[in-house]
């Protein structure tokens, strides 16, 4: 066992938390919970522990069709994308005040659920809800069109114009690491937008968005215009993105599971926007400030256990301060307590489910059979719970599995590079294009090398720079389409052009 991170008991949890987890499993659908059509449920557990601590809706077929057809009957009839913009705004609003009035419920549910440090839950995920919320809120109001002055007809013979309408019932899938967060930034866009809504958390991590719905209701947001269900992804998402009567499906998680859904939607064509995986290089150049560098470095790979699309898995650092650097971040690691979600003394937590576990414990076994050496980590401190040290893999070669695939765990990847022009073409050596970033005082060769690398989001001397007034999204298998800013709440619009000759 490693002394570093050994493991903490799990602190008790509040009372009104564990009231919450004795909740009958119901499926919140038009405005009301309601029971399933079936008795089917799947079992959620706590990662620091290993233990079973609720029981919740496996959502039939019947299920699906149902909060679907309410979330239809919200949007056909106007009661939300009718309503005069400024009051979608403040009821949007109202959702965000009760979200930060719950904030420290909401924060202990996260970590339970998803394994999380309590500071962290409490520290970003939710306030970055409430951002979310306000920012997107605004948008509601400015929405405009333009009027446009048509070039094939006599001036003033035709009066054209452009809108934006909301696309209409929206599906909306979030994965297990940012549980509560993935679900606020889909929902506050689709909401702002005039949308209505049938939104499946994971099945790994489905209390906290289950709370929301409570919130919901107070804040007077009309019955079926949010819809929240649970589910395995294979059943009730699949009936989710096939049905007939949704128009939009939005996605986060893996690439894989992203592929199906894309193929699925084609079969209606609805509108679909996916964010997916990522392998995300970290680029230092000679002239940094090593420790700072390092800091960014660990952070960008060790927060949330490395159970980041964004993390940067992948550090390469030029040949002159390779050696230097890499001891800084493994002394860093050295820092990142492991232990349960609610101790106040855990910086990183566990896994999230024992199949993720055992999924990056594989990837670092592979990684030393081919070669890869094990700087510091590798391995687990012990206790019940889903928990890896953090990891760092030296001596990796482009072909090796730590190298191009995403392990989703604390693993860092580190190797050297000697120009920008190599490094360029390693850090685009991969089949995503999610986000990179680069370290260095030289402004001209930040913005060169920029300019270079194949990915949606680049940030200098700073790592997983997202804001909910940023675009965030990627290149090639990383997924398309973008989430946040005004390029987020957009693709929930469809653009009509109305042209009248008078």
Not at 424 to 432: E, G, H, L, V
Not at 452 to 464: T, Y
Request: glycine share 10%; hydrophobic share 40%.
């Amino acid at each position: 066992m490693n002394e570093m991170t050994r493991i903490a008991v799990q602190p008790a949890y509040s009372e009104g938390v564990q009231a919450f987890l004795k909740r009958k499993p119901q499926l919140f659908i038009d405005g009301q919970w309601v029971e399933s059509s079936h008795g089917a449920t799947i079992a959620v557990f706590d990662p620091s522990t290993g233990k079973e601590i609720a029981q919740v809706v496996d959502a039939s077929d019947a299920d699906v069709d149902r909060a679907v057809g309410a979330a239809r009957r919200a949007f056909d009839d106007g009661r939300w994308s009718g309503l005069p913009p400024y009051q979608r705004q403040r009821l949007v609003e109202k959702l965000a005040d009760l979200i930060e009035a719950n904030m420290e419920e909401l924060a202990e549910i996260e970590s339970i659920d998803n394994g999380k440090p309590r500071a962290a839950s409490m520290g970003y995920d939710l306030p970055k809800c409430v951002q979310a919320l306000r920012y997107m809120a605004g948008w509601a109001t400015k929405l405009n069109g333009e009027h446009v002055e048509p070039s094939g007809f006599p001036t003033g013979s035709v009066h054209a114009y452009i809108k934006r309408e909301p696309v209409g019932v929206c599906a909306q899938i979030v994965p297990w690491n940012f549980p509560l967060m993935m679900a606020v930034q889909k929902i506050a866009p689709a909401l702002s937008a005039g949308c209505t809504i049938v939104l499946k958390p994971a099945e790994q991590t489905p209390l906290s968005v289950l709370r929301l719905a409570d919130l919901v209701a107070e804040a007077g947001i009309p019955a079926g215009v949010l819809n929240i269900i649970t589910g395995n992804g294979e059943t009730a998402g699949d009936r989710m993105v096939r049905s007939p009567h949704v128009d939009k499906v939005a996605f986060t998680g893996s690439t894989e599971v992203g592929k199906l859904i894309n193929r699925a939607a084609t079969d209606t064509l609805k509108r679909v926007t996916l964010e997916l995986g990522g392998k995300s290089p970290v680029i230092v150049l000679p002239d940094v400030d090593i420790e700072k560098t390092a800091r960014g470095a660990a952070t960008s790979i060790f927060s949330n256990s490395g159970q980041v699309c964004i993390a940067g898995s992948r550090l390469f650092a030029h040949r002159d301060i390779f050696d230097s650097l890499i001891e800084a971040v493994a002394s860093n690691a050295a820092q990142w307590q492991v232990g349960p979600s609610l101790d106040p003394n855990t910086r990183m937590g566990p896994l999230v489910s024992t199949e993720q576990h055992e999924r990056v414990l594989g990837y670092i076994e592979a990684g030393r059979k081919e070669g890869a050496s094990i700087l510091c980590g590798g391995d687990t401190p012990g206790g019940d719970g889903y928990f890896v040290n953090p990891t760092i893999l030296v001596d990796v070669k482009p072909e090796m599995k730590v190298v191009r695939e995403e392990i989703f765990g604390p693993v860092l990847a580190a190797t050297r590079y000697d120009d920008l022009d190599e490094v360029a073409k390693a850090a685009n050596d991969t089949t995503y294009g999610l986000a990179a970033s680069i370290w260095t005082r030289d402004v001209s060769a930040m913005h060169k090398l920029a300019g270079k690398l194949k990915a949606g989001m680049v940030w200098g001397n700073c790592a997983s720079a997202a804001d909910t007034s940023l675009p965030f999204g990627g290149y090639k298998q990383s997924g398309f389409g973008r989430e946040s800013g005004r390029y987020g709440i957009e693709a929930y619009t469809e653009i009509k052009t109305v042209a009248i000759a008078l």
